[in-house]
């Protein structure tokens, strides 16, 4: 996981929605403001935060396996 664990813009504690966040919207097909809802994220900064997260871990390792 590479989400940052704080907002940038209010300083809110992230991190620990992330894995409901993604179960619900990846597997579950949920609708992501549906979510976003029931995880209490409310405000629009934090919400950027969920919607804008790209993981690029696992680029990142194969590109030093080459």
């Known amino acids: 996981m590479m989400m940052p664990v704080r907002c ?3 300083g809110a ?3 620990d929605k992330w894995e409901e966040y993604e179960k619900r919207t ?5 609708d992501p403001a549906k979510v976003l809802d ?12 969920f919607i804008s997260n790209v993981e690029l871990i696992d680029e990142f ?3 030093n396996k080459k």
């Open 8 to 10: 940038f813009t209010c």
């Open 61 to 63: 390792i194969t590109i």
């Open 13 to 15: 504690v992230l991190a």
């Open 38 to 49: 029931d995880l209490g994220v409310k405000r629009y900064c934090c919400r950027r935060m």
């Open 26 to 30: 990846v597997k579950e097909k949920e």
